[in-house]
């Protein structure tokens, strides 16, 4: 279930998932980049991760703070999923949390490193709220507090923002430099620093975001093909390639993902 934020909060929340499934059994999930940093709280036992090939997994944080993935992970739940995340604007953590985005990249980092007692306070207070409703009031709360000292964004990267969503990622960063104010080396050291990735990985996660909204609209018996060219692919070998690398599924296997969380995150 997704729900909007606030209204004090635009321009620093995206929506609100609120994931709660019963599980029988242990299950691998699949998460891959869509642009957006996040909090998240879990309510039960949190996924299990592994933070390089060689070591054993471990539990995620019960809330924490991550940053833009670089590729796709795969997690597991020791059982029932109950977890609420918060998805963030690209830029809030710089914006709200006064950190550079990519020094969180892959990470996922205790809400209390950052926020310390008052942290650890909102987290018990949502695993005991008796309602989805009740849990939700009391992170709007927590989060309305950072409102008030957000670092602001200047013109240029606001517009170069814009200028990739409207065009749903597909222009190539020569032509979104002639619409700004602002040299090349100069857009990647403010995406580093704002979104955490190049304007030009972001352009690429908008564009697949795109094109993943136009497959779930497809009905099952329409071909995939019919969305390559208008989605900015060249042939069925690009998108394939793309697809594969950043979410490690071929486009039908992702069309055909039974238990689907979100749009990009679900069970393998």
Request: aromatic share 10%.
């Amino acid at each position: 279930m997704q729900l909007p934020p606030h209204h004090l909060l635009q321009g620093f929340v995206k929506h609100y998932l609120i994931i709660d499934q019963k599980i029988s059994a242990a299950h691998s999930y699949r998460m891959f980049s869509d642009g957006n940093p996040g909090i998240v709280f879990h309510l039960k036992d949190p996924f299990l991760q592994w933070n390089d090939e060689n070591s054993a997994a471990i539990p995620q944080p019960q809330s924490f703070v991550y940053g833009q993935l670089s590729h796709y992970n795969t997690m597991v739940t020791p059982g029932d999923l109950k977890m609420i995340a918060v998805v963030l604007e690209p830029y809030a953590l710089f914006t709200h949390f006064h950190t550079a985005a990519y020094e969180l990249n892959d990470e996922t980092i205790p809400l209390a490193i950052f926020f310390g007692q008052e942290a650890r306070d909102v987290e018990e207070q949502i695993i005991n709220a008796l309602s989805t409703v009740e849990a939700i009031a009391t992170i709007e709360r927590f989060l309305i507090k950072r409102v008030t000292a957000l670092r602001y964004l200047t013109t240029d990267f606001s517009m170069a923002m814009r200028c990739i969503y409207q065009h749903h990622g597909l222009i190539s960063i020569g032509n979104l430099l002639q619409t700004l104010p602002i040299t090349e080396k100069q857009l990647e050291r403010k995406f580093s620093e704002h979104v955490g990735t190049s304007p030009k990985k972001f352009a690429d996660t908008i564009k697949l975001q795109h094109f993943l909204k136009l497959l779930q609209k497809q009905p099952d018996k329409e071909k995939i093909a019919d969305l390559i060219y208008i989605s900015g692919y060249y042939d069925h070998a690009h998108l394939n390639r793309n697809f594969k690398k950043m979410t490690g599924f071929t486009p039908i296997h992702y069309k055909q993902t039974q238990q689907m969380l979100a749009i990009n995150l679900m069970r393998v």
